[in-house]
C-alpha cells in the first residue's frame, strides 16, 4: 500500500456508476482528444502549500487535517518526510508536476543563512525524487508574504532591509529553481499593494516592484535559468487593492515597465472572481494580448466574498476555460493546471486529499471532453464568424483594412433609414446559445 493508505488510481469510465470516488470517470492520461493525449493538455501538478502544509484552519477554528506526516514533530523531521509522502501522493493520481513556494518546504531559520541551508537539505531529497519518478516541477516561487517581516510587502515595502532581504532570498529560489529544472517560475504579490493610501506613494512602490522584476530577469539570465517567469493576478487579499489586479492592470504594468516579451500571467479562477470577472474572461484578456502562461485550477464559492480555493467540480466553468487552451493550441508554452486547493474542513481524513484531486481532474477532463466536442462541430467559431460577418465585406471591410474614413463612413450612412439600419441588426439568441452548451456536456460525457 505504501505511506499512504490509498491504492493508485484508475480509470474506470462514466459507466461505472456515478458513486465512485476514488477513481477516474473520465480523465483518461493517455487518451487522445483533439490530436493530443489528455495528460499533454492538462498538464496537471500538486500545490504543495495546500496539499501538504494546509491543517485546514479557518478564522473561527483550528485545523482538523489528519495527515500521517504529523507524527514527525521537529519541523525539519517533518519537512524532509513529506517529501517521500508527496512523491507517493503524485504517482498515485498519476500527476507529472508538482509546485511550491520556498517557504512550504522547509522552515526557516533564525538568519537567511540557516533557512537556505534548511530549504537546501529539502531540496536534496526532492531532486532524488524526481530523478527516480520522473515527475517534474511546474514552477516554482517565492513566499514573500507569510513571514511578519512583510507586513508592508517585499518589493513595495517602504523600508529598504525588507526589500534587500526580499531580493537575497528570491535569488535562492530562483537558483533552486534553475537546480530543478522548473519549466515556470510565479511571481504572486501577495502584499504588494496597501491598505491605505494616505500612506502609500503608490508610484513609488510601483517603480520599486518593476526594479525587483527586471533584476530577477537579469540574475536568471546570468545564471542561464530559461523558466518562463509568470505574474500572478489577484485583486485583493490579503491587501485592500494589490498592483496586479487581474490580466488587464497587470498587462499594462508588463507593457509600461518594458517586461512584455519576458513575463506571462499564471491565473486563477477564484482570483478572477474577486476581480468581478470570470475566468474564461482573464484567460481571454491574457491570450489577445499572447501572455497566457499557465492555470491555477480551482474555483470560489460565488456566494463569499473572499478567497476560497475550492477543488474545481463546476464543468461549465472547466468546459470554458478549455474552450479557450484548445482554441488557444495550449496552456501556455510551459504552462500547466496547478492544483492550487485545498479540501473543505470537514474532509479532513487522509483519503480526502487524493478525493479531492479527483473530483478536480475529472472535472477538468469532462471540460475538454465537451470543448473538444464543440470544437470539433465549429459551433462556437460558426457562432462568432456569423455574428461579425458584416465586417467581411462592404463597408465593414474597408474598416478592418483600415481604408474606411470619418467622411467615407457619414457617405455610406447619411442618408439610410432607420428602419434599414434596425434590419441590419441580428437576435444573438443567447439562451438558445446557453442550452446548447448544456446540450454538448450531456452529449459529450455520454459518450
Known sequence: MGLWDVDKIEYVGHDKGPGEGLAFHYYDADRVVAGKKMKDWLRFGVAWWHTFDQQLVDPFGDGTAHRPYYKYTDPMDQSLAKVDYAFELFQKLGVEYFCFHDRDIAPEGDTLRETNANLDKVVDKIEENMKSTGVKLLWNTSSLFTNPRFVDGASTSPFADIFAYSAAQLKHSLEIGKRLGAENYVFWGGREGYENLWNTDMAREKDHMADFFHMCVDYAKEIGMDAQFLIEPKAKEPCMLQYDFDASTAISFLQKNDLM???????????????????????????????????????????????????????????????????????????????DAKPRRSSFDAEDLFRSHVAGMDSFAAGLLVAAKMHEDHYIEDLVSNRYGSFDSGIGKTVEDGTATLASLEEYAIDKPQSELIAATKSDHLESVKATINNYMIEALSE
Open 261 to 339: 516579451g519576458t513575463f506571462r500571467l499564471n491565473l486563477e479562477g477564484n482570483h478572477a472572481n474577486l476581480a468581478t470577472h470570470t475566468y474564461q474572461h482573464e484567460i481571454r484578456v491574457a491570450r489577445d494580448a499572447g501572455v497566457l502562461g499557465s492555470l491555477d485550477a480551482n474555483q470560489g464559492d460565488k456566494l463569499i466574498g473572499w478567497d476560497m480555493d475550492e477543488f474545481p467540480t463546476d464543468l461549465y466553468e472547466t468546459t470554458a476555460v478549455m474552450w479557450e487552451v484548445l482554441d488557444e493550441g495550449q496552456i501556455g508554452p510551459h504552462g500547466g493546471l496547478n492544483f
